[in-house]
């Protein structure tokens, strides 16, 4: 069925489309947005600088599985049934994936890199990647550049969707551990007046609630994020650290478009460039993701093609949910009926917005701290983001919501849940979260508060 508006292209008009993805890299970390003195990232640059980027797009959910299912399905992660990593093979049938659906529209498509995918990979029936060259996720970056060029390298008669899937900045979940670095090391940081400045929001918010505080406690205990006593200095030297992998990612990234350069397909390809989720870097003392706080919610959304205009687009974006119907549009192909976004087609080819949306909801599951007082916090939660203020709800907690004003309060310090100068503002969200999980029949509906 084809969404009212779309119609069919034939193969010679059809685009080539290169998705590259990283993992953990939040949507502020790139030297165009930061500077050049402490992170040099061109590549990342030069994609913005010739780009269309969304300055706010989020996440379906702030963690590796559960966002990447929504993007390669343009479904929920209450859907899925995926809001942790640990996470089973879903119905291919139910859950058709961007692979299934292009390769079924007349596209040959690829997929190279880190997987962390509820697909079996070795299945190409049930993801619809036919060429699926290396099985390996940590530890790949540097093969995932020539196994790419492989690819654009294949003679063909039909376009092509390939996926370009890097682990770094991932490593830096391992950095804190002094594990090796599975995608190579990258030497001691110099002393801590040498590193990036700390993040002008690094303590913890004004009238922060209990849950928070607890799982901040729950999953610092744990051997996954070893910060719980990290100093000013350390958390410096966090951000050196995170900085030098985004530039190997970076690199790589770099080789992916030389070949894509060199191949002469580069004026009828689509390029995507995204992350599935970011990462704190000490703001409000966490690190990682899973949170959400901008750092971690918040990614990269970056088209571009041949002849576009560059700029900047604040329409409100749910990658996980926008992503598909996006480039079903691109590339002529129906939308499956249960695709639950919109497609930015229009805001990416000439700036013109569909209807402003009024808000974005992502979702999370905590689950990887450790026991506090004899008992394990495992709190899921929903975060709801309109055009001002970002407000979310825990199903644990003596206190559960939060409230940020993101127009006046960016960094999310106070916490205005409590405040009775913005009860109607509260009042809104919870109305438009409980509109939202209604719509989408998600069974968090009985922990909402109307």
Same mark, same amino acid.
């Given at each position: 069925?084809?969404?009212?508006?779309?119609?069919?292209?034939?193969?010679?008009?059809?685009?080539?489309?290169?998705?590259?993805?990283?993992? #953990?890299?939040?949507?502020?970390?790139?030297?165009?947005?930061?500077?050049?003195?402490?992170?040099?990232?061109?590549?990342?640059?030069? %994609?913005?600088?010739?780009?269309?980027?969304?300055?706010?797009?989020?996440?379906? @959910?702030?963690?590796? +599985? !559960?966002?990447?299912?929504?993007?390669?399905?343009?479904?929920?992660?209450?859907?899925?049934?995926?809001?942790?990593?640990?996470?089973?093979?879903?119905?291919?049938?139910?859950? !058709?994936?961007?692979?299934?659906?292009?390769?079924?529209?007349?596209? #040959?498509?690829?997929?190279?890199? &880190?997987?962390?995918?509820?697909?079996?990979?070795?299945?190409?029936?049930?993801?619809?990647?036919?060429?699926?060259?290396?099985? &390996?996720? @940590?530890?790949?970056?540097?093969?995932?550049?020539?196994?790419?060029?492989?690819?654009?390298?294949?003679?063909?008669?039909?376009?092509?969707? $390939?996926?370009?899937?890097?682990? @770094?900045?991932?490593?830096?979940?391992?950095?804190?551990?002094?594990?090796?670095?599975?995608?190579?090391?990258?030497?001691?940081?110099?002393?801590?007046?040498?590193?990036? !400045?700390?993040?002008?929001?690094?303590?913890?918010? &004004?009238? #922060?609630?209990?849950?928070?505080? $607890?799982?901040?406690?729950?999953?610092?205990?744990?051997?996954?994020?070893?910060?719980?006593?990290?100093?000013?200095?350390?958390?410096?030297?966090?951000?050196?650290?995170?900085?030098? $992998? +985004?530039? *190997?990612?970076?690199?790589?990234?770099? &080789?992916?478009?030389?070949?894509?350069?060199?191949?002469?397909?580069?004026? @009828?390809?689509?390029?995507?460039?995204?992350?599935?989720?970011?990462?704190?870097?000490?703001?409000?003392?966490?690190?990682?993701?899973?949170?959400?706080?901008?750092?971690?919610?918040?990614?990269?959304?970056?088209?571009?093609?041949?002849?576009?205009?560059?700029?900047?687009?604040?329409?409100?974006?749910?990658?996980?949910?926008?992503? $598909?119907?996006?480039?079903?549009?691109?590339?002529?192909?129906?939308?499956?009926?249960?695709?639950?976004?919109?497609?930015?087609? *229009?805001?990416?080819?000439?700036?013109?917005?569909?209807?402003?949306?009024?808000?974005?909801?992502?979702?999370?599951?905590?689950?990887?701290?450790?026991?506090?007082?004899?008992?394990?916090?495992?709190? #899921?939660?929903?975060? %709801?983001?309109?055009?001002?203020?970002?407000?979310? +709800?825990?199903?644990?907690?003596?206190?559960?919501?939060? %409230?940020?004003?993101?127009?006046?309060?960016?960094?999310?310090?106070?916490?205005?849940?409590?405040?009775?100068?913005? +009860?109607?503002?509260? *009042?809104?969200?919870?109305?438009?979260?409980?509109?939202?999980? %209604?719509?989408?029949?998600?069974?968090?509906?009985?922990?909402?508060?109307?």
């Amino acid at each position: 069925m084809l969404i009212s508006g779309y119609g069919l292209i034939n193969a010679q008009q059809k685009p080539n489309i290169l998705i590259i993805m990283t993992d #953990e890299l939040s949507t502020e970390s790139m030297s165009c947005n930061l500077g050049s003195q402490y992170l040099k990232t061109p590549n990342l640059d030069d %994609l913005t600088r010739h780009g269309v980027s969304f300055t706010r797009a989020y996440c379906a @959910n702030p963690l590796c +599985i !559960p966002s990447r299912s929504s993007l390669f399905t343009g479904r929920y992660p209450h859907e899925t049934g995926i809001q942790t990593n640990e996470a089973k093979l879903i119905d291919p049938i139910e859950f !058709p994936t961007l692979g299934t659906i292009f390769k079924n529209g007349g596209y #040959e498509t690829g997929y190279v890199g &880190k997987w962390h995918l509820p697909y079996d990979r070795n299945l190409p029936e049930s993801h619809g990647f036919s060429y699926l060259p290396n099985k &390996k996720g @940590n530890g790949a970056d540097s093969l995932s550049p020539g196994l790419a060029a492989k690819f654009l390298e294949m003679k063909r008669q039909h376009p092509f969707l $390939l996926v370009v899937s890097f682990m @770094n900045p991932h490593n830096i979940c391992q950095w804190p551990r002094g594990e090796k670095l599975p995608d190579g090391e990258i030497g001691n940081p110099p002393a801590a007046e040498l590193c990036p !400045p700390l993040r002008p929001n690094s303590m913890p918010s &004004k009238n #922060e609630t209990d849950i928070m505080q $607890l799982m901040r406690t729950s999953m610092q205990s744990s051997d996954a994020f070893p910060v719980g006593d990290f100093t000013d200095d350390k958390w410096r030297q966090y951000i050196w650290a995170y900085y030098r $992998l +985004i530039e *190997k990612v970076d690199g790589e990234i770099g &080789k992916v478009l030389k070949s894509l350069h060199e191949s002469g397909l580069e004026k @009828n390809t689509l390029i995507v460039f995204m992350s599935d989720h970011g990462d704190c870097q000490g703001a409000h003392r966490w690190n990682q993701k899973t949170v959400f706080y901008e750092e971690a919610s918040k990614v990269p959304f970056i088209f571009n093609y041949n002849g576009l205009k560059s700029r900047k687009s604040d329409f409100l974006v749910q990658t996980g949910i926008d992503l $598909l119907p996006t480039l079903c549009e691109f590339a002529g192909i129906p939308v499956p009926d249960k695709s639950r976004g919109v497609s930015l087609k *229009k805001i990416i080819s000439d700036g013109s917005a569909p209807k402003e949306r009024e808000y974005v909801v992502v979702s999370d599951h905590l689950i990887q701290g450790v026991a506090v007082d004899g008992k394990k916090p495992e709190p #899921e939660g929903r975060m %709801l983001r309109n055009k001002r203020f970002k407000y979310w +709800i825990y199903n644990e907690g003596l206190q559960r919501e939060t %409230l940020y004003d993101i127009q006046n309060d960016p960094g999310e310090m106070v916490n205005l849940a409590g405040d009775p100068k913005f +009860i109607d503002e509260l *009042k809104k969200c919870r109305g438009q979260l409980s509109e939202w999980a %209604l719509r989408y029949n998600d069974p968090y509906q009985k922990y909402l508060i109307n």
